[in-house]
């Protein structure tokens, strides 16, 4: 089956991956600075980090264009949403009061693997049996770039310091843009890998089929991240 993507859409989830990596470097600073309420902000930064790399997720989804109407179960949705913002709690954990070498590679082989379930959990949420497979290389290609875009966030996030200077600004911007590349290069290899049998379809049970139902959760996912932003950024 042949599949192509919607290029406004692909370039709308870069920008969502891109400014969840804002985000996640603004609310990694105010979880750092933050002394008695630590834990709240590290629960709201795991909620809106979460919920922007799910967004970026499910909007590189929508994307997707088969010759079949593409629907998705609501409640694994759902599920995939949870492991976002689960895996990120953990990132935030570990990167409240900076991080060391095993405690790293640790957060990142956990955040892999949980972006890693969200993605192909995502993609079992279309419910088409053995009408999808996916080609080996490009599967654990994806894996080793989502460990190495784990590793890659929990660093910048932990090592960028808030500065209302332009270079300090420029800097943040740089590496939310590095960010939003290695979230959406993770998405898309992973997009690549799948193999669509020919006659393949959605499952009729799918609850998830209307088109601007999806497109308005993906909506609220980035106004999330960006109230969540803004809130950091003024406390």
Known sequence: MVKHYDLMLVAYSFV??????????????????????????????????????WGMHFMGMVALMLPVPVTFDAWLTFASWVIAVFVSGIGFYVIRNGIKLGTWL?????????????????????????????QPTLFWISVAIAFGASAAALLIMTWLRDSERLPGVLARLGAALVMGVAVTGMHYTGMAAAMFAPGAYCSTANSLSDASVILGLVIAATAIVSISQWSALLR
Not at 27 to 41: E, F, G, N, Q, Y
Not at 122 to 132: E, H, I, R, S, W
């Open 16 to 53: 969502i991956a891109s400014l969840t990596g804002y985000c996640g470097i603004e609310m990694t600073s105010r979880v750092r600075r933050a002394v008695k309420d630590k834990w709240l902000w590290i629960i709201a930064a795991a909620f809106a980090f979460g919920t922007g790399v």
């Open 106 to 134: 640790l957060a990142s082989a956990l955040m892999a693997t949980g972006v890693c379930l969200m993605h192909y959990g995502g993609m079992y949420a279309m419910q088409m049996g053995d009408g999808l497979s996916y």
